[in-house]
């Protein structure tokens, strides 16, 4: 999604803005520009379809000087990834100037009213309209103008804004899309996301919906949507930029599947029981959790994947209803909740527009929330509050397929499922403790796990070049085949699917012919012997099945497939968070022998803050 930045101080604000927008290139991008103003005032714009190098070279053709600025990466919605369509957008006149993130709903009603007023649009975006509002609207000073714009506004946005008129003032202003702010030694930065102000500042504030910041050399001030001044705490950032950079690996997407052993450490450490039974991380009272009726979690893509682990882990252990459910599905269907039912929101960003609209949709109607998330001080763990937050430490996620999140978040619903099992008189203290202490060994055996990688590269070698992969399961290993088809297709571009290994039978069988390739995951013993009458269907159609299996069930699973992925032994819950490792790596390795773009796979957004 897009991205923002801005600069206020006394330095050439070009290089600070580039160096923003490489740290959120992240997000997904397919144009990019800045607006400086410089000497005598004027604003200065330059943008690029593309990559961030085709703006820096533009720049380093036609530089643009001044000491305060704002920058972006655009994401296209509305009108093609082109030249005119990037941002910033300008008014006539070219006085004002806007970098905004999110959509605007409303902008073909202002459009029109706009240009009966005497604006001309030269672009096809939604943002244009924000820049002709503000001129429209300007009255020798810009927060004015602002809080009446963002009245008229409707929509999610994260703006950015300098004016001519206003030389030595940034202002910003949000509402549903994440904006940052940030001032040290007579300088602020705005940003999207904290990786932009790291090399400037640790000390950070995030704005609220409808709030605009008016920035100079003297600081910062922030007023809610009728102008009053309203005071934020600054937010400490205590994690490192390094470990936001990519630390010898290739790609970041490597780098964090390799991480996920101390995310998996750092997340369970400060989880585990004191006093056993007493989990004192968990919002509920045991009272509560036994009058719970039902749960429903909700998230979207991957984050949707771990949540469905959940629905088989919290109702194995904890004995009670669990839907999950995508959260675009979720906001429109006039869903059933209410007191008595919790509902949980899972999201790597705490930012995912679909997300935090069904989490509103959910409080609105009654019901108890909590979210897991792994970005503190987002949006979402804004809005549900801290005790009901559930923060994953995976430490910031950059590339675009999520990987270590999704670990954690899984990690976090069998913790979920443990204490409310536990809670509930579902699961015996036995049971829990012994439970507790496989999650204590998971990291070291997710470091075995990762040894898979050299045989992974080989099989990827030989493969990248399919069309189509499947892969299959039951039970648990059936929504593991879900993220590992979704983590292959989005980074490798290869078609992929995922299907209930019973349920081959039923339609998809018919796709299977010699040279199509099936990866199954094989995890469950209980569900050993139907996998395997399963796969012999599949090879007898001559297509070739490489497994991925747990350690003691190998010997069972030879000579029904052709290659073997052993993974170590652990808990039968927990041994989908071991094999997800290879089933990464695959995907990983299977996009590098594609020569694909891996951090940042064409029309993906790592943050999705629109509908
Ligand atoms: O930030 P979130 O966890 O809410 O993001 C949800 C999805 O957009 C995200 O998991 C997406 O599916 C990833 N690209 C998958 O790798």
């Keep these: 999604m897009c991205g923002i930045v801005g600069y206020i101080g006394k330095r050439n604000a070009a290089p600070i803005l580039m160096d923003g927008l ?87 009603a202002l459009r029109r009213f706009l240009t009966a007023e005497g604006a001309v649009f030269v672009s096809q975006t939604d943002t244009e309209v924000i820049a002709h509002l503000l001129k429209h609207l300007y009255r020798g000073d810009m927060k004015e103008a602002l809080l009446r714009a963002i009245a008229m506004l409707e929509g999610s946005y994260a703006l950015g804004v300098v004016c001519d008129a206003e030389p030595g003032v940034l202002y910003c202003a949000r509402n549903d899309s994440p904006l940052v702010v940030g001032f040290r030694d007579g300088e602020g930065f705005i940003a999207s996301d904290i990786p932009a102000l790291l090399s400037h500042t640790r000390d950070v504030l995030f704005l609220e919906d409808k709030e605009i910041a008016r920035l100079d050399l003297g600081g910062v001030s922030v007023y809610d949507a009728y102008g009053t001044p309203s005071h934020h705490e600054l937010f400490h950032v205590d994690w490192d930029i390094d470990s936001a950079e990519k630390g010898g690996y290739a790609h970041y997407m490597l780098k964090e599947i390799h991480e996920q052993p101390e995310a998996l450490q750092k997340t369970f450490a400060p989880r585990r029981p004191q006093t056993p039974g007493v989990y004192e991380w968990l919002p509920l009272s045991p009272e509560e959790a036994r009058r719970l009726r039902k749960i429903s979690i909700v998230a979207c ?31 429109y269907r006039d869903p059933i909740i209410g007191e008595e039912e919790l509902f949980i929101a899972v ?33 979402i763990a804004r809005e549900v509050g801290e005790v009901g937050t559930l923060y994953t430490y995976a430490g910031p996620e950059i590339a675009v397929a999520s990987t270590k999140a999704y670990m954690t978040q899984v990690e976090m619903m069998v913790m979920l499922a443990i204490a409310l099992g536990e809670l509930r008189g579902t699961l015996p203290r036995q049971e829990a403790d012994r439970m507790l202490r496989e999650l204590a060994q998971l990291p070291a055996k997710a470091h075995q796990a990762l040894e898979s990688e050299p045989l992974l590269q080989r099989f990827a070698a030989g493969a990248s070049q399919k069309k189509h992969v499947f892969f299959v399961g039951r039970g648990l290993d059936y929504a593991l085949s879900m993220e590992a088809a979704l983590k292959l297709k989005e980074v490798s571009y290869i078609f992929s699917e995922a299907y209930a290994a019973g349920e081959l039978k039923h339609g998809p069988i018919a796709l299977l012919q010699p040279g199509r390739l099936v990866v199954a995951t094989i995890t469950q013993p209980a569900l050993l012997e139907k996998t395997i009458s399963n796969l012999r269907e599949v090879t007898a159609r001559g297509a070739t099945v490489v497994a991925v299996c747990r350690e003691s069930l190998v010997e069972k699973v030879e000579g029904s497939v052709e290659q073997i992925i052993p993974i170590p032994d652990a808990d039968d819950l927990l041994a989908p968070l071991l094999a997800v490792i290879p089933l990464q790596l695959f995907a990983y390795c299977m996009a590098v022998s594609r020569g694909c773009d891996v951090d940042k796979p064409r029309n993906l957004a790592k943050s999705v803050t629109v509908e």
């Design 22 to 108: 490489e740290k959120l290139s992240y997000r997904g991008y397919d144009s990019a520009g800045i607006a400086v103003i410089g000497a005598g005032d004027r604003i200065t714009v330059r943008k690029a379809k593309g990559r961030l190098e085709n703006l820096a070279a533009l720049l380093a053709a036609s530089p643009a000087e001044g000491c305060v600025g704002i920058g972006h990466t655009r994401w296209a919605t509305h009108g093609e990834p082109s030249d005119l369509n990037a941002h910033p957008h300008t008014d006539v006149k070219g006085g004002i100037a806007v970098v905004h993130n999110g959509i605007i709903e409303n902008h073909e």
């Design 301 to 331: 893509g991957t984050a949707y994947h771990a949540g469905v682990i959940g629905k088989y882990a919290i109702e194995r252990l904890a004995r009670l209803p669990v839907e999950a459910e995508i959260a675009s599905e979720y906001r």
């Design 347 to 379: 999201s790597q960003s705490g930012e995912t527009a679909d997300t935090l609209a069904a989490l509103r949709e959910a409080k609105r109607r009654g019901a108890r929330v909590m979210a897991v998330c792994n970005v503190v001080g987002s949006t």
